[in-house]
């Protein structure tokens, strides 16, 4: 009940503020689901991926001590540990913005076909 | 305090005067106050986002860390870098999209209510005072180590000259001298780190080896735990440093300074490749200083290691180096102070006055003055507080904004981009937890009551054990936020598809 209400009362809004686009619309069609269904199969797994591998380092080091042994000559794991979360980080920003180029053809896609393309 | 210092030191003024001159000409609207027209290239803001995160506490707070603890103090490098990722992949780009001056204007673009906005600007007011006092503290302090002068004087240049960048040259100005400054930061870093390596041949191997005998610690130098013993603390420390950067105010605010995502996007990459490099030379600068200046000799000038990269220029570059250094830590104090008090200006005057008092109504000059004044108004009412704030031990305090970030605005954020049901309520209730849960638990910990009189603020035994808070204050941040929205049935179907298409498209009306 509650949700119809405000669902009518959000369509009177609309056509009291003519020439705003249909967003639901929009957010309901067939390209901009895929692109967010997209968009969440690159983020989510990736984000899962670097706070395991950050929280792995504190987490480790605070509750074992193999990282304490020597893994070139007297550099211990811990460092090449803390040197992998660095090379991580710019490995990840570089595939973040090769795959968001792709995002934003997708996004530009949609604007020209369902937003009149007017954000230029 | 010699000549070479004072030459570097004045020019260092005189060079951000000039620039505060020409950005005050081109500072003729709201937007070229609050975010420079949103004119900077991705270059230009990606050096102007490194510049806001290589504050004195990065510089020369982390260098001395990682001189008197070894590995301890790597961790804040570790930390400050992953954040980047938070940002890059959850909060700029849709921030871009949503926002216009402050994250209020974020949240709000789903959520048109006003105490919403008041609740946003409460927060990030929050976060930029504690922040500032740190740095303004902290400021004085060395400024004092530096050119032997009084604290209060000090405190004063500080704050007159950052109040001259902001209230003048607003944003332009402030990007500015922040993208000058992180370039000598780095070329001095650079410079340093490399005179360091030739003292130990180029050759990485041999320089462990060296400090694994060098310093007192011994072996265990080279070892995690030296600084931080209690596990359950330096997990919550990594946690807050993590997520906090995604909620800081002036770290936002960067992403309105650009003219689309794209932008905001390659800004971030540049940010973490500058400061990805940075924080892997702090290491020699750390090592550097525990080898060629010693652990005595920096505790004596400072207990806190800050004075450690100064002394250690001085060790290898003899006097010139030493000011070089001294001077760019002074113009970093300057450009990080003044980004704060426009990202609190910005929640004064735009959001507390232009939007919840004057209902979006104000003209673009009333605007621009309210501006002005809350500027004067955040850079008088932090100098008074620096001012008294002297003996405190405040280096907590950004551990704490940090944290208050990590627990009041994150969840907010990902939340209203992110979550379908959000509404209203549980807008204002992840705001409150995260917030009060942060102020309560601080309040209540060993960074306040210390059994040692003169550790903390007052003698006593701590209720909360733990120094960081967030690894509790963050699961209730969210949790407020679950919690509040479950109990409201104000649903807002057509608002969210709004923010939806907004954020992911970049489109506007």
Redesign the interface.
């Known amino acids: 009940m509650?949700?119809q209400s405000?669902?009518k009362r959000?369509n009177v809004?609309?056509e009291l503020q003519a020439g705003?686009?249909d967003?639901?619309k929009?957010?309901?069609s067939k390209s901009?689901q895929e692109?967010?269904a997209k968009?969440k199969r690159f983020?989510v797994p990736?984000?899962i991926f670097?706070?395991v591998f950050?929280?792995m380092?504190?987490?480790f080091?605070?509750?074992a001590t193999f990282?304490?042994k020597p893994a070139?000559?007297?550099?211990?794991w811990?460092?090449l540990f803390?040197?992998a979360?660095?090379v991580m980080?710019?490995g990840?920003?570089i595939i973040?913005?090769k795959k968001?180029v792709q995002f934003?053809k997708e996004?530009?896609d949609?604007?020209d076909k369902q937003?009149g393309g007017e954000?230029k | 305090m010699n000549a070479t210092v004072i030459t570097l030191f004045v020019a260092i003024v005189i060079a951000t005067l000039v620039i505060t001159y020409y950005a005050a000409k081109r500072t003729q609207t709201t937007g070229d106050f609050y975010t420079a027209g949103g004119g900077l290239t991705g270059w230009q803001n990606g050096l102007a986002i490194a510049g806001d995160y290589l504050s004195a506490a990065s510089f020369l707070g982390i260098a001395g860390a990682i001189a008197l603890y070894g590995?301890d103090g790597?961790?804040y490098s570790?930390?400050f870098?992953?954040a980047?990722?938070?940002v890059?992949?959850?909060v700029a780009e849709p921030l871009r999209n949503l926002g216009k001056y402050t994250l209020a204007d974020m949240i709000s673009a789903r959520f048109d209510a006003r105490k919403v906005r008041g609740m946003a600007a409460i927060s990030s007011i929050t976060i930029v005072i504690f922040y500032m006092i740190a740095q303004l503290v902290g400021a004085g302090a060395l400024i004092q180590l530096l050119f032997h002068i009084d604290y209060w004087i000090a405190v004063l240049i500080v704050g007159v000259m950052m109040t001259i960048y902001v209230l003048f040259g607003g944003m332009t100005a402030t990007s500015w001298v922040q993208i000058i400054k992180a370039v000598l930061l780095m070329a001095g870093t650079v410079v340093i780190a490399v005179m360091v390596m030739a003292k130990f041949n180029f050759n990485?191997?041999a320089m462990?080896?060296e400090?694994?005998t060098i310093t007192s610690h011994g072996e265990n130098y080279?070892?995690?735990?030296l600084q931080?013993t209690v596990?359950l603390d330096?997990?919550s420390l990594?946690l807050a440093l993590?997520l906090g950067t995604a909620g800081l105010p002036h770290i936002l605010m960067r992403f309105f300074t650009v003219k689309n995502a794209?932008t905001a996007?390659?800004s971030?990459?540049t940010a973490?490749?500058i400061v990805?490099i940075f924080?892997?030379l702090t290491i020699f600068l750390g090592f550097g200083a525990a080898a060629f200046v010693g652990e005595e000799t920096i505790v004596a000038s400072n207990p806190a290691g800050n004075m450690a990269a100064p002394l250690l220029a001085e060790a290898l570059g003899g006097n010139f180096l030493m000011s070089f250094v001294s001077a760019v830590a002074f113009a970093t104090i300057l450009a990080v102070v003044a980004g704060l008090v426009l990202s609190g200006a910005s929640a004064f005057a735009h959001d507390i006055y232009g939007q919840i008092i004057r209902k979006g109504k104000a003209t673009d000059r009333e605007q621009m003055l309210a501006a002005r004044y809350a500027s004067l108004g955040v850079s008088i009412f932090s100098i008074i507080l620096a001012l008294f704030a002297q003996t405190m031990n405040v280096a907590f305090l950004v551990s704490l904004a940090f944290c208050v970030a990590a627990s009041a605005n994150l969840p907010v954020i990902l939340y209203t981009i992110y979550w379908k049901r959000f509404n209203t309520t549980g807008a204002v209730t992840a705001m409150a937890f995260g917030l009060l849960s942060s102020l309560i638990l601080v309040s209540i910990s060993p960074n306040v009551f210390s059994p040692v009189d003169g550790k903390a603020i007052f003698v006593g035994a701590p209720i909360f054990p733990l120094t960081n808070p967030a690894i509790i204050s963050v699961p209730l941040g969210f949790l407020g936020g679950y919690l509040g929205t479950l109990l409201s049935?104000?649903?807002?179907?057509?608002?969210?598809?709004?923010v939806?298409?907004?954020a992911?498209?970049?489109?506007?009306?």
């Open positions: 509650n949700v405000s669902y959000g809004k609309q705003k686009p967003y639901e929009v957010a309901n901009f692109l967010l968009r983020i990736l984000t670097f706070m950050y929280f380092l504190p987490i080091t605070s509750y990282l304490n070139i000559g007297d550099i211990s811990a460092w803390a040197f979360q660095f980080t710019w990840i920003s973040y913005v968001s934003d996004a530009e949609i604007i937003l954000n | 590995f790597f961790f570790i930390g870098l992953i980047y990722l938070v890059m992949f959850l990485m191997l462990f080896s400090m694994r080279l070892k995690p735990g931080y596990p330096t997990i990594m993590v794209k996007r390659s971030v990459v973490t490749w990805g924080y892997i049935k104000e649903k807002d179907v057509r608002q969210f598809a709004e939806q298409v907004k992911n498209t970049g489109y506007r009306e």
